[in-house]
């Protein structure tokens, strides 16, 4: 089992900036690529970026390309979004997940989620 605990969401106005983090707890943690997405009220869970195992390779979907970066410190068991230029579509409960391939985008391929942080982007 792995545990996962997201942090650093909150109020922000539009064009500013968040970094989430997601602590990992249970099994080794630099055996599972990492993912975040997020989930807005009345819409599907949607995949935002995801990163290897060693964080050397990071697959990024296009509609927060050059916006948000994740990254990861295996060695604080911790995932990270880097979120910049927020907009008032960005605002849901985002989520890490863990689980055996990196470069997916799909929810079922992941194994381990987090509860979720939300947040909130102001006009």
């Known amino acids: 089992q792995v545990q996962l605990v997201e942090s650093g969401g909150g109020l922000v106005q539009a064009g500013g900036s968040l970094r989430l983090s997601c602590a990992a707890s249970?099994?080794?943690?630099?055996?599972?690529?990492m993912g975040w997405f997020r989930q807005a009220p009345g819409k599907e869970r949607e995949f935002l970026a995801s990163?290897?195992?060693?964080?050397?390779?990071?697959y990024d979907a296009e509609s927060v390309k050059r916006r948000f970066t994740i990254s990861r410190d295996n060695a604080k068991n911790t995932v990270f979004l880097q979120m910049n230029s927020l907009k008032p579509e960005d605002p849901a409960v985002y989520y890490c997940?863990?689980?055996?391939?990196?470069?997916?985008?799909?929810?079922?391929?992941?194994?381990?989620w987090g509860q979720g942080t939300q947040v909130t982007v102001s006009s």
């Open positions: 990163i290897s195992w060693s964080g050397g390779s990071t």
């Open positions: 249970g099994r080794t943690f630099s055996n599972y690529a």
């Open positions: 997940a863990a689980g055996g391939r990196w470069m997916v985008d799909t929810t079922y391929e992941y194994d381990y």
